[in-house]
């Protein structure tokens, strides 16, 4: 099996190339998508975070919202409490998926967490920062402070590109960013 690593700071377009994976039948594991389920289900990681950062929950669920509020920019102190139960969970979804030839594991903060180190390859979602900007700035309640926020927290995106095995630029048509995946799937699994 090939670990393939898919990285790309926000508005990149990573859930984009994420979907044309799956198109193409290969299993992808999403970083954002398990924390929004450990949220909701793993009991542990609720009681974890309420402990730390106090009353989050709404309904039973970890809030973001309140989670936000209570942060207090100690994203270290969220980390450490979030990212072994997704390291635990990418790790079931591996054993999971283990006889598939290729898997792709969605992880926004790849490099910044160090898991670059338990994936085979890398492959970093990119566009020009103008198109970035914008794709961002048209979420619901984006503001530029908090996209300067989120980018604060993120490897610039020319160091990502250099550390990357493969570069898919989003600025280009969507046939073209599928035509690349089904290039970059052929050359990981041509000698399996």
């Not at 490099?111 to 103008?130: C, I, N, R």
């Not at 989120?150 to 990357?164: G, V």
Request: charged share 25%; glycine share 6%.
């Amino acid at each position: 099996m090939i670990k393939l690593g898919l990285t790309g700071s926000i508005g990149m377009g990573k859930s984009t190339i994420a979907d044309m994976f799956e198109a193409e039948g290969v299993p992808v594991w999403d970083a954002d998508e398990a924390v929004h389920r450990l949220y909701a289900q793993s009991e542990p990681l609720k009681a974890a975070l309420t402990q730390a950062f106090g009353d989050v929950l709404t309904d039973h669920t970890v809030d973001r919202v309140k989670l936000l509020a209570s942060l207090n920019g100690r994203f270290d102190a969220l980390n450490a409490l979030v990212h072994p139960a997704t390291v635990a969970d990418r790790e079931d979804f591996l054993s999971r998926n283990a006889g598939a030839a290729l898997v792709v594991a969605d992880i926004p903060l790849l490099f910044e967490t160090g898991a670059e180190a338990t994936v085979d390859k890398v492959l970093v979602v990119s566009a020009p920062a103008q198109i970035q900007a914008e794709r961002v700035l048209k979420r619901p309640g984006m503001t530029p402070e908090k996209f300067d926020s989120i980018l604060s927290r993120q490897m610039p995106d020319a160091e990502k590109r250099r550390r990357a095995d493969f570069v898919i630029d989003t600025a280009q048509s969507l046939e073209t960013c599928r035509e690349d995946v089904r290039k970059i799937i052929l050359l990981l699994t041509s000698d399996s």
